[in-house]
């Protein structure tokens, strides 16, 4: 399927810097559009001509600057439309990846009529090609950009469409149920049985519900999560915190209140890029700069995503003086269980950043609130915009199961739109702009 875009100069040949910048061992040049091979023929001399080359094949020869001159010995990649990622002819010279020889090849490339690419224009042109749908274009972002196992996966299975195949299943249930409706208000002396309308309906809300249930998940798999330690002075969190990481990254000494700002440090939990976030003591303090930092450590744990709150398991306990938010995901430990314990809670996980004793089960505690129960082989909601576009559906199917026929099928075609703005099958060009504005050029 082409998706028809009012865009300008999507019909222009583009070029650009297909890898990442700074030195590597091979660099590649993209060319893209109607003369990408003819742009290739007079770039790249080799045993055969580009445009000559059936699609699929690979050329070795010589890029040269328009005197001649040698820029590099290097291959190209020849790709004919609609059998390529753009869906247009493409040629991609591999080069060593020297930036001099990646800049002198691409600047070839524009002397001889491509543009410039704008960043993301490939993968658009893929998606308005109907080569990928919206969902998939966002799965190739992700995978860019994903750091860890868990990203890299979740991007793949988007990639492959996993999740365009399961919106096409809700939207069969909800289009098995629009035509029930339709044929009982034409034809209502026919009758149609109830279980054909209301099973359908009843299976695609609650595969809603499942699919709604993973955008969290999706969310910190491919932007991350913040995890906020608080607790009193001498809690034991700058341990916790180099304790997890396995390097000393925080000071820790006997005095309480030697954090005063807070301190962040990045490491992979479950699969998940986490941001651990120390944080100052939180007490009652006549010291300018320590009360800032208090400060500083409660609104920490409002924007968190997980919040570790830490009591000293060694000495007699106080109530920690923070009030999470409602809804807020926290995991409460008790510090320093390689001490005899001057309490005890099964609500509080026992750890010790000395011994290592309930770091294991803090990890998989991690992961439970990071990720929940989602299944590692489904594929997830991975951006707010495709969260939404599900919510919105959901909230019309469930308007739908409690209206008449005539006003439920109203409702169900506006759930479909929602899907299909989901895959990009009906969405306005600004939304498929934004989707791409955060896409690298070359990509």
């Known amino acids: 399927m082409t998706r028809i875009?009012?865009?300008?100069?999507l019909s222009d040949t583009i070029a650009a810097v297909a890898t990442a910048p700074g030195h590597a061992g091979v660099g590649v040049v993209r060319v893209s559009g109607p003369q990408a091979l003819h742009i290739a023929?007079?770039?790249?001399?080799?045993?055969?001509?580009?445009?000559?080359?059936?699609?699929?094949?690979?050329?070795?020869?010589?890029?040269?600057?328009?005197?001649?001159?040698?820029?590099?010995?290097?291959?190209?990649?020849?790709?004919?439309?609609?059998?390529?990622?753009?869906?247009?002819?493409?040629?991609e010279f591999q080069t060593h990846g020297s930036p001099a020889v990646l800049g002198e090849v691409l600047t070839r490339a524009l002397d001889l009529g491509a543009r410039p690419a704008r960043p993301g224009e490939f993968t658009l042109r893929a998606y308005l090609a109907g080569r990928l749908d919206l969902a998939q274009a966002e799965a190739v972002l992700n995978l860019v950009e994903s750091s860890t196992e868990t990203a890299r996966r979740q991007a793949t299975l988007g990639l492959s469409g996993a999740l365009g195949?399961?919106?096409?299943?809700?939207?069969?249930?909800?289009?098995?149920?629009?035509?029930?409706?339709?044929?009982?208000?034409?034809?209502?002396?026919?009758?149609?049985?109830?279980?054909e309308r209301q099973v359908p309906l009843a299976r695609a809300a609650a595969e809603l519900e499942a699919l709604l249930g993973t955008a969290r998940a999706g969310r910190v798999a491919n932007q991350g999560a913040r995890i906020a330690l608080i607790g009193a002075p001498n809690a034991g969190k700058s341990s916790l915190l180099n304790a997890l990481l396995g390097y000393e990254?925080?000071?820790?000494?006997?005095?309480?209140?030697?954090?005063r700002d807070y301190l962040e440090a990045g490491l992979s939990l479950a699969g998940v890029p986490v941001t651990l976030v120390d944080t100052a003591g939180l007490?009652?303090?006549?010291?300018?700069?320590?009360?800032?930092?208090?400060?500083?450590?409660?609104?920490?744990?409002?924007?968190?995503?997980?919040?570790?709150?830490?009591?000293?398991?060694?000495?007699?306990?106080?109530?920690?003086?923070?009030?999470?938010?409602?809804?807020?995901r926290a995991i409460h430990l008790r510090t320093k269980a390689d001490l005899p314990a001057a309490?005890?809670?099964?609500?509080?996980?026992?750890?010790?950043?000395?011994?290592?004793?309930g770091l294991p089960q803090l990890r998989e505690a991690l992961g439970r609130e990071l990720l929940g129960d989602t299944a590692r082989g489904e594929a997830w909601l991975g951006s707010e915009r495709q969260a939404d576009a599900a919510r919105r559906a959901l909230e019309h199917v469930r308007l739908a199961q409690e209206l008449p026929d005539d006003l439920a099928s109203i409702e169900l075609e506006e759930a479909l739109l929602a899907l299909a703005e989901l895959t990009g099958r009906d969405v306005q060009d600004d939304v498929v702009d934004a989707v791409f504005r955060n896409f690298c050029v070359g990509k």
């Not at 580009?50 to 328009?66: D, H, K, V, Y």
């Not at 939207?171 to 109830?194: F, H, K, W």
């Not at 990254?249 to 954090?259: D, E, F, H, Q, Y």
């Not at 309490?343 to 004793?357: F, I, K, N």
């Open 5 to 9: 875009s009012s865009r300008s100069g």
């Open 41 to 91: 023929d007079a770039l790249f001399s080799g045993r055969r001509r580009p445009s000559s080359t059936p699609g699929g094949r690979f050329l070795f020869g010589r890029l040269l600057a328009e005197g001649g001159e040698v820029l590099d010995e290097g291959l190209c990649l020849v790709f004919r439309a609609p059998h390529s990622y753009t869906g247009e002819d493409v040629a």
């Open 165 to 195: 195949e399961r919106v096409d299943a809700i939207a069969r249930d909800l289009t098995l149920t629009l035509s029930s409706i339709a044929a009982l208000l034409d034809y209502p002396e026919e009758g149609v049985p109830e279980e």
């Open 249 to 259: 990254r925080s000071i820790v000494t006997p005095l309480a209140g030697t954090t």
């Open 283 to 328: 007490r009652d303090t006549e010291d300018v700069v320590e009360a800032a930092g208090v400060r500083q450590a409660h609104a920490l744990a409002q924007g968190a995503d997980v919040v570790l709150t830490l009591s000293d398991g060694s000495q007699p306990r106080e109530p920690l003086p923070l009030a999470l938010p409602a809804g807020a």
């Open 343 to 357: 309490w005890d809670d099964p609500a509080y996980l026992p750890v010790s950043a000395a011994t290592g004793q």
